[in-house]
Structures are given as structure tokens and as C-alpha cells.
């Protein structure tokens, strides 16, 4: 199960009060050819993406926790996409009350060094969609781990329960 420190937290009424920090990440022993990396957080059962990071320089083989909080496009280690909650960074899981979902986490092995997701003039913020066409046809190979996670099924607020008993983290 993902630990509470990965589940999303946020004054906007979710019932969801983990910590809301990205995974500390590592990987070894990448592909012959490999020229750069790109990770993703991706809710398989919901079709989505919670975080992604591209423009990851080959020397670079772990993130450390926390690496995706500080909201903007471009960090020291890469490059975040706007993520399906239309943020830059990382969200952690909150699905609906009494649901599993599963969460997995790639790290994806590039034979480019970079990635333009702004090949035009028009300003725009690339999402999960551009980063996986710009990808296509340059992934080596990829690893992954898929982690469930569910909030309690009596800590969704209703009308006649504003303050439900369940937490979800």
C-alpha cells in the first residue's frame, strides 16, 4: 500500500490528509543508448496521471522525496508536465470513499537527450498526452511498480454526514 506521506492533502475539501510528497526514486543499470530519462505517476484505474518529469539527465538515477512539490515547470532535475488536476507537479492518490486503485510509478529510459514539448510559437503546458507522442518511438525500455491504494469507504462528507468518521490516510 503507498504510504500516507504520498497521499494528496489539500484545503479544497478533500477528505484526503496524507502528505502530499512525491517518492524518493531510484534506478539502475538503464539500457545501452540511453541519453536521458522521464517518470511518471499514473492511476491505472482512473486513467490518471498524477505526475510526470521529463529532460531527466542521464547521470541523474534517483529523485529524492518531496523532488516534484515545488510547482513549476521547470525544476534542477527536469521538467514537469501539467498534471490531470492541471497542476505542475506532483498529486498524490485520493480516490472516491471504499475504491482501490492502483498507482504505478515508471521510469521511463530515453534515446534522446531532450524533449521539446513546445515546439511551437503558441505558449501552452504540455500534459501526459504530448509527453507520451513525444516519447513514442524513443523508449529503450521502462520499469515499474504498481502500488493499490483506497480511502475508507465511510470518508466521503455527505449532506447528512458533513464530517465523516474515515480519514484517508
Not at 47 to 61: A, C, D, E, R
Not at 139 to 158: K, R
Request: proline share 9%.
Amino acid at each position: 500500500m503507498i504510504p500516507s506521506s504520498l497521499v494528496f492533502n489539500s484545503e479544497l475539501g478533500s477528505v484526503c490528509t496524507g502528505g502530499n510528497q512525491s517518492p524518493e526514486l531510484s534506478w539502475t543499470d538503464p539500457p545501452r543508448g540511453t541519453k536521458s530519462f522521464v517518470f511518471v505517476v499514473f492511476d491505472k484505474t482512473a486513467g490518471f496521471t498524477h505526475w510526470g518529469v521529463y529532460n531527466i539527465h542521464l547521470s541523474t538515477t534517483q529523485l529524492a522525496a518531496n523532488a516534484g512539490s515545488n510547482g513549476s515547470e521547470t525544476t534542477s532535475f527536469g521538467d514537469q508536465i501539467v498534471n490531470d488536476a492541471g497542476l505542475f507537479g506532483y498529486t498524490g492518490p485520493c480516490p472516491p470513499s471504499g475504491l482501490v486503485h492502483h498507482y504505478q510509478f515508471t521510469v521511463y529510459a530515453l534515446d534522446v537527450d531532450h524533449i521539446d514539448l513546445h515546439p511551437s510559437p503558441a505558449p501552452f503546458f504540455a500534459d501526459a498526452e504530448t509527453l507520451y507522442r513525444a516519447m513514442f518511438d524513443h523508449v529503450l525500455g521502462s520499469a515499474s511498480i504498481t502500488d493499490p491504494f483506497s480511502c475508507p469507504a465511510d470518508s466521503t462528507p455527505t449532506a447528512t454526514n458533513p464530517t465523516p468518521t474515515g480519514t484517508c490516510s
